[in-house]
């Protein structure tokens, strides 16, 4: 009988092949491999999701992966924070992989489930755990884009020369606290008009400071461009010159600012021209987007590199450096060219949150001065998260910390109490005072505390401030303010009069949040 069929057809290993081929399968060193996973269902790949912004930027997320069996290593970038995979489960049908990174001294971390349909990457993450799932579908894109940028060398240290700014603490508006994203040309020329409307600018008011937000991508020669929402940004320079005002912007050292948007790593000195071309008068830099690439103690270096740059520009730039009051910055702050450092985190429009922050400055009092000032975050008078007594708490203490006054509301729509607040002359007085010599407490019994400032003329800046729920009797004794005798004038800087004084102390009854504000002549 002649053989017929397969046998007949194919020699026998070709027949295990394809027998092997048929059943999904084969055995390699007693391991059952999926040959359908082994092909066309790898997680293997540079996968991307582009989320256009209306302001015409985009947010990335890049999902660099490795499946190796049921192992998924890799990274995951979501624009600004850039993760590696420390732990994955599942395979192509159904995987979840957490990815973290170092943020300063803690760590943050991201999840994402998703699966591969066709040859796209389903994925979707969620915020908090009882959040909706946010959902979407990443493409192939070819190995290395969305990569962190390589490290570059930091200068040596050196000092920066003083540029002569900023002699007493900064004065303005900046966009941040009330605008967020929704900062715009439009907003920012509404704003410049208020200031000047309202009396601010002729009280001293000056700066009007763009947030995070407006920046667009680079050119083909690297130069920073603005975004749709500020289509020109010279033009509005000049707008706000043209009121009498000053313009400042925003960046950071590292590739991406907080928000996302381009940050200046690797084009510090052309970004420092173009602010100075576009007519840029203050520039804050905020750290964010440089930990991925530099550690918390190379900040001074990276912060230098910024400092050198503007000065290098000719143009006068008041420098703001912002990264949180880490590594002692006060100490170093100066010798990087900076005229003003964050102390602290960011401030929120609560009680809670502003108290904190105000009188938590009393150990940084002795790194103030002339030109460089401590700067417990931007003001949020008028934004509606506090009570207007606790506003008047909030603008007496930065008077007294020789902070620098940066109101964060609307200013095209304010209350009288919140105009009342913001424009007190008497207290702008004492912030602005010429001698630079930031306030102290002097002395605190339970929920009340006495802080006082030495001012130019020898005067006393007395704030009496009652943390507490209820109203409180607080006595102040003259002693305690090095004032020996009579004291010659005490002037209530709120109510704008001055009050009767004979003894050795002087008692005041402060509201629940409160404080009382004098202006003592000795
Ligand atoms: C950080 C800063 C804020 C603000 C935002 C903008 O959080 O501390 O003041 O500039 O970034 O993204």
């Given at each position: 009988m002649k053989n017929s069929g397969l046998f007949n057809r194919y020699p026998t290993w070709a027949i295990v092949v394809i027998l092997m081929i048929c059943f999904g399968g084969y055995t390699l060193s007693g391991q059952t491999v999926s040959t359908a996973a082994a092909t066309s269902a790898d997680l293997t790949g540079n996968w991307a999701v582009k989320v256009p912004r209306s302001d015409g930027t985009n947010t990335w997320a890049y999902f660099n992966l490795k499946q190796n069996g049921d192992k998924i290593t890799g990274s995951i970038r979501v624009t600004q924070f850039y993760y590696t995979i420390k732990e994955s489960a599942g395979g192509p049908e159904n995987f979840t992989i957490i990815g973290t990174m170092r943020d300063g001294k803690s760590d943050r971390t991201v999840k994402y489930e998703g699966k591969l349909v066709g040859d796209e990457l389903h994925v979707s993450t969620r915020r908090r755990p009882t959040d909706n799932p946010t959902e979407s579908v990443a493409k192939r894109v070819p190995e290395g884009e969305g990569a962190m940028p390589a490290r570059l060398p930091l200068p040596a240290l050196h000092k920066v020369a003083y540029n002569g700014l900023a002699k007493t603490p900064p004065m303005g508006w900046n966009s941040w606290n009330?605008?967020?994203?929704?900062?715009?040309?439009?907003?920012?020329?509404?704003?410049?008009?208020?200031?000047?409307?309202?009396?601010?600018?002729?009280?001293?008011?000056?700066?009007?400071?763009?947030?995070?937000?407006?920046?667009?991508?680079?050119?083909?020669?690297?130069?920073?461009?603005?975004?749709?929402?500020?289509?020109?940004m010279k033009a509005l320079a000049d707008y706000v010159h043209s009121k009498g005002l000053k313009l400042g912007i925003y960046s950071s050292p590292g590739p991406n600012t907080c928000a996302g948007y381009e940050g200046s790593y690797g084009h510090e000195e052309q970004d420092a021209r173009?602010?100075?071309?576009?007519?840029?008068?203050?520039?804050?830099?905020?750290?964010?987007?440089?930990?991925?690439?530099?550690?918390?103690?190379?900040?001074?270096?990276?912060?230098?590199?910024?400092?050198?740059?503007?000065?290098?520009?000719?143009?006068?730039?008041?420098?703001?450096?912002?990264?949180?009051?880490?590594?002692?910055?006060?100490?170093?702050?100066?010798?990087?060219g900076g005229n003003l450092w964050r102390t602290t985190g960011d401030i929120s429009d609560r009680w809670d949150s502003m108290t904190r922050i105000g009188f938590g400055q009393n150990d940084l009092a002795q790194h103030a001065r002339v030109g460089h000032w401590n700067d417990p975050d931007m003001l949020e008078v008028g934004n509606g998260g506090m009570t207007d007594t606790?506003?008047?708490?909030?603008?007496?203490?930065?008077?007294?910390?020789?902070?620098?006054l940066l109101a964060g509301n609307d200013l095209r729509d304010m209350t009288p109490a919140t105009k009342e607040i913001l424009l007190n002359r008497?207290?702008?007085?004492?912030?602005?005072?010429?001698?630079?010599?930031?306030?102290?407490?002097?002395?605190?019994?339970?929920?009340?505390?006495?802080?006082?400032?030495?001012?130019?003329?020898g005067d006393r800046a007395v704030g009496v401030f009652n943390r507490g729920a209820a109203p409180a009797d607080v006595a102040i004794k003259w002693t305690d303010l090095g004032i020996k005798g009579k004291v010659k004038q005490v002037r209530d800087v709120w109510d704008k009069k001055d009050v009767k004084v004979d003894g050795p102390d002087y008692k005041v009854t402060v509201p629940s949040h409160g404080v009382v504000f004098l202006r003592v002549k000795k």
């Open positions: 009330k605008f967020k994203s929704q900062v715009s040309d439009k907003v920012v020329r509404e704003i410049a008009d208020a200031m000047v409307i309202s009396g601010m600018r002729d009280a001293g008011y000056q700066y009007i400071n763009i947030d995070d937000t407006w920046e667009g991508e680079r050119d083909a020669q690297g130069n920073i461009t603005s975004n749709k929402k500020f289509p020109d173009t602010f100075a071309a576009w007519g840029i008068d203050y520039l804050k830099y905020d750290w964010c987007g440089a930990r991925n690439i530099y550690t918390d103690e190379e900040m001074p270096a990276v912060y230098q590199k910024m400092g050198d740059a503007l000065l290098k520009t000719g143009r006068p730039i008041v420098y703001s450096l912002c990264q949180y009051g880490r590594q002692d910055v006060w100490k170093w702050g100066p010798d990087v606790e506003y008047k708490t909030h603008m007496s203490l930065w008077a007294i910390l020789a902070a620098p008497e207290v702008i007085a004492v912030n602005q005072d010429k001698a630079g010599i930031q306030g102290k407490r002097v002395s605190q019994t339970g929920d009340q505390e006495v802080w006082v400032r030495e001012l130019a003329n």
